[in-house]
Every structure is written in structure tokens, then in C-alpha cells.
């Protein structure tokens, strides 16, 4: 079977990895998956190194910075070359499914429709505002979907308003965990802290919705309570939001946090890295719809603080791997994590049952045989 795969991005983020997962199961199971990419980076270079296929084509990706009506008139100009190049792919490449991985790439789906083609859209999104936005694409979604893959029950509800439940599929993420089971010093070493120093750590993309500038509020209301920690974020922003970075800087500046955290930006090392936290924090201020990131911090055998809300709630067993906190209030999510975050035998005991829990509901195994299952 051809599947012809379309991603708004090259980067190695949660809803990459996913593809890059799902396009070496495609290979393995002996389809022949085709991943059309906006543009080169370390996903394209992952793929090729596989044997997959690899083109790239100006997509037309929706993103918060073409909301303007010069934006709307670049993308409707974009989605236009972009669907009379993937529509002829598709009959080029005799192309059986066309795979949109997120919301984010609507060009397939018309493609699709226009060429009598099975689509299967993969959605990692919760989109709740604007509701016109939610509304428009959960039309789109379900008029133009064979099958809607859900990453979780939270994404599920979200989109049920819209889009008729015989055509939802829940299917969770699940990635190769191997490298996340080998102890590693890298982090404290690279940092020059020493062996005492209590490491508190987030990944994720720089976004305005990701929770980095709450990690700090965290950061500076653990810094009163607690004396020898340090606070490491890791990740980088999509082009044209680098005033996110000086935004942080000088949130950090005006908190006194200078000296206590480290932003170590986009790293490759990242399964090293997770070895040297000693607590992970996911913070998002939205609904994060099922981060791939907590399914790493748990393979690494670390325990796991999340807002509670979105995929986090079906990932995390509060008070056995981890805790869940309120959105935006630093002071209650501190005192919260305070008489744990000291407990070297606690944070132990619930980073094993992470680990163990991860090896167990989230597997790749499962993973690949719901996917197979959806695409064939």
C-alpha cells in the first residue's frame, strides 16, 4: 500500500516523533509510506536515513502568525500550489491513503477528496478558542476523514462536537523507550552542579500555550522554599516567535532566576538529558493533548508534575507516578510539590512506577498494531 504522509514541520517534537514512528511501522509492515515535508531538518534527515521517501513542498501550515488578512491571502495562495502539487503526487505515486498528521495541514484532505482518495487525519490537537476556529476545522475534519485518529479521550471529546464518532479512533502514542532507560551524569557534568543540587526540568517547544514562563513562576516560588536547586528547560521556537525567548529572559531578570535556571534551547541529547532530572514538570497553560514528552519522562524513571487538564490526566497516576497542579497559580503548585520534592525515596518509588506504567498502557507495540489496524 502507498501512503503518501503530509506534516506541517521537520523538527523532532512530540507530533514528529509520532510520524517518525508511524512511517518506519509503515515500512517495516511493507507498505511504502511517501512523507511530503514544508521543509528540510532533523526529521527529514531522520526519514531519509530509513530509506523513506522524502519531498518537500510549501504546505500552506495554519499558524497563529497568518492571522491577518495579508496571512489568510499568503496561505489560501500557499494551499493553492500546495493542492494541484499534491494532488498530482497522489496520482503519480499511485497513492492508496493520504495520512494528515494535525490539524495544522488541510491541503491533503481536498487533495484527497478530489482524487476519490481513502484521507486519515492523525489529530494531536485540543483546540478550544476561537470557537469559529474549532468549529471550521471540525467540519473540515469530519467532512473530509475516512477515519480521525484521537491521540486521547481529552482530544476525543473536543472534537466529538464535530465530528461523528464512527469515525473517531483513540489511539495512544507510543514510541522505542530504549533510549530512555540508560543512566547518564550528562546534564549534572555539562551544568557543573554538584551531586546534591536538586534538578528540575522541562521539554517542549517554546510556545505561548507550552507554560514556560508558569515553569518559572514555579521556579521562583520553589527558590524560597528550597536551597540547592537549579530549574533546566530545553527547546526551542517555531520561526518568527523568537520574541517568546526575550519575553523569558527578562521574566527571568525581573525574578532574580538568572543563576538558577539554565535554558539549554533545542538538544538532540534529549533522553541523556532526561536522565539527570530528578523531577520532571510539564506546565501547560492549555490542554495538552497527549505530550510525548511525559511518555519519555516516565520511561526515564522520573516522577511527573502536569497542569491538570488534557492528555495528562490519562497519563498520570496522581500520587503513584507523579502529581497533577492548577493551571497559572505558582504559589499552590509549589507548596503542592514541597513535601515531596525533597523525598529522594518518594521521587524513586514513583519514577519506577512511571516507568512501569509507561512499559505497560503506552507501549509501542500496542501503538503500531491500532495504527496498522486504522490505515489498512
Known amino acids: 500500500m502507498n501512503i503518501l504522509i503530509l506534516h506541517g514541520s521537520s523538527d523532532l517534537y512530540g507530533a514528529s516523533k509520532i510520524l517518525l514512528v508511524t512511517a518506519r511501522m509503515l515500512r517495516k509492515q511493507g507498505h511504502m509510506p511517501i512523507v511530503v515535508l514544508s521543509g528540510p531538518g532533523p526529521l527529514a ?37 500546495a493542492f494541484n502539487t499534491i494532488r498530482q503526487l497522489i496520482r503519480d505515486k499511485n497513492i492508496q491513503v493520504v495520512y494528515s498528521n494535525t ?7 481536498f487533495a484527497a477528496k478530489a482524487t476519490h482518495t481513502r484521507h486519515v487525519w492523525h489529530v494531536h490537537e485540543i483546540i478550544e478558542k476561537p470557537r469559529w476556529v ?28 464535530y465530528v461523528a464518532a464512527h469515525k473517531l479512533k483513540r489511539v495512544y502514542n507510543g514510541i522505542d523507550y530504549a533510549p530512555y532507560q540508560h ?12 551531586p546534591h543540587t536538586l534538578i528540575v526540568g522541562m521539554v517542549g517547544r517554546v510556545h505561548h500555550w507550552k507554560g514556560q514562563d508558569y515553569f ?57 538529558l532526561l536522565q539527570g532530572f530528578d523531577i ?25 508534575v502536569a497542569t491538570r487538564h488534557g492528555g495528562a490526566l490519562e497519563m498520570v497516576d496522581e ?40 512499559l505497560t498502557h503506552f507501549s509501542l507495540e500496542a501503538f503500531e498494531a491500532e495504527m496498522i489496524k486504522v490505515l489498512e
Open 45 to 81: 534527515a531522520e526519514l531519509e536515513k530509513e530509506g523513506i521517501e522524502v519531498l518537500f513542498v510549501q504546505l500552506g501550515i495554519l499558524r497563529r502568525k497568518y492571522k491577518s488578512i495579508p496571512g489568510i491571502l499568503n496561505r489560501l495562495c500557499v494551499l493553492r500550489k
Open 103 to 109: 490539524t495544522a495541514v488541510i491541503v491533503g484532505a
Open 134 to 161: 474549532a468549529w471550521f476545522l471540525g467540519k473540515l475534519v469530519n467532512r473530509y476523514s475516512t477515519a480521525v485518529i484521537v491521540v486521547s479521550q481529552a482530544v476525543a471529546q473536543n472534537w466529538g462536537r
Open 183 to 194: 543512566p547518564s551524569n550528562q546534564l549534572r557534568t555539562e551544568l557543573a552542579l554538584p
Open 216 to 272: 518559572l513562576q514555579i521556579a521562583a516560588e520553589l527558590a524560597k522554599q528550597v536551597s540547592s536547586i537549579h530549574f533546566v528547560m530545553i527547546g526551542d521556537v517555531f520561526p518568527g516567535y523568537e520574541y517568546l525567548y526575550e519575553k523569558l529572559s527578562t521574566q527571568k531578570k525581573e525574578a532574580g532566576l538568572e543563576s538558577l535556571v539554565t535554558d539549554m534551547g533545542y538538544r538532540t541529547d534529549v533522553p541523556a
Open 280 to 304: 520532571f514538570v510539564l506546565p501547560s497553560i492549555l490542554p495538552d493533548p497527549f505530550p510525548t514528552v511525559i511518555l519519555e519522562a516516565m520511561a526515564s524513571g522520573k516522577p511527573v
Open 319 to 358: 500520587g503513584r507516578t507523579g502529581i497533577l497542579i492548577p493551571v497559572n497559580d505558582a504559589r499552590s503548585a509549589a507548596d503542592l510539590m514541597q513535601p515531596w520534592i525533597l523525598d529522594p525515596l518518594q521521587r524513586s518509588a514513583m519514577g519506577e512506577a512511571g516507568r512501569q506504567r509507561v
